[in-house]
């Protein structure tokens, strides 16, 4: 049985992502996958573990145990939203580019932009 930082990984390879891609995906900052990953590291949430199952098609037993089948289904691929498709191109690599931020350097470019928003806190 592996341990948990590798069924983690083998989760992530499965789906072909970088640590980056995957923590944009779960709405977590690289650094904590790369913790997930990491034998020393911290276990990510039973919230997280079961997105990651969800998304690489693991059973999430197996996922979270080592016990089980190993593959439940085909990954699931998030569709676009249909409003995705009104985008323009500039917007859509905006959009693409902001999933790939860090939760801390999103707050901060929103602060950026909506500087009004920031003082009311």
Same mark, same amino acid.
């Given at each position: 049985?592996?341990?948990?930082?590798?069924?983690? &990984?083998?989760? *992530?390879? #499965?789906?072909?992502?970088?640590?980056?891609?995957? =923590? !944009? $995906?779960?709405?977590?900052?690289?650094?904590?996958?790369?913790?997930?990953?990491?034998?020393?590291?911290?276990?990510?949430?039973?919230?997280?573990?079961?997105?990651?199952?969800?998304?690489?098609?693991?059973?999430?037993?197996?996922?979270?145990?080592? &016990?089980?089948? *190993?593959? #439940?289904?085909?990954?699931?691929?998030?569709?676009? =939203? !249909? $409003?995705?498709?009104?985008?323009?191109?500039?917007?859509?690599?905006?959009?693409?580019?902001?999933?790939?931020?860090?939760?801390?350097?999103?707050?901060?470019?929103?602060?950026?932009?909506?500087?009004?928003?920031?003082?009311?806190?």
């Amino acid at each position: 049985m592996s341990a948990l930082y590798h069924r983690v &990984r083998e989760a *992530r390879r #499965l789906l072909g992502l970088s640590q980056e891609s995957l =923590a !944009a $995906e779960l709405g977590v900052s690289r650094s904590a996958v790369a913790q997930w990953e990491h034998a020393a590291g911290t276990s990510p949430s039973v919230d997280h573990l079961s997105a990651l199952a969800r998304r690489s098609g693991m059973c999430f037993e197996y996922l979270a145990t080592g &016990r089980g089948p *190993r593959i #439940l289904g085909e990954p699931m691929v998030a569709e676009p =939203a !249909a $409003e995705y498709d009104a985008l323009t191109e500039q917007q859509k690599q905006l959009l693409e580019r902001f999933r790939l931020l860090s939760p801390r350097q999103r707050r901060a470019l929103l602060e950026l932009i909506e500087p009004e928003r920031s003082s009311l806190r």
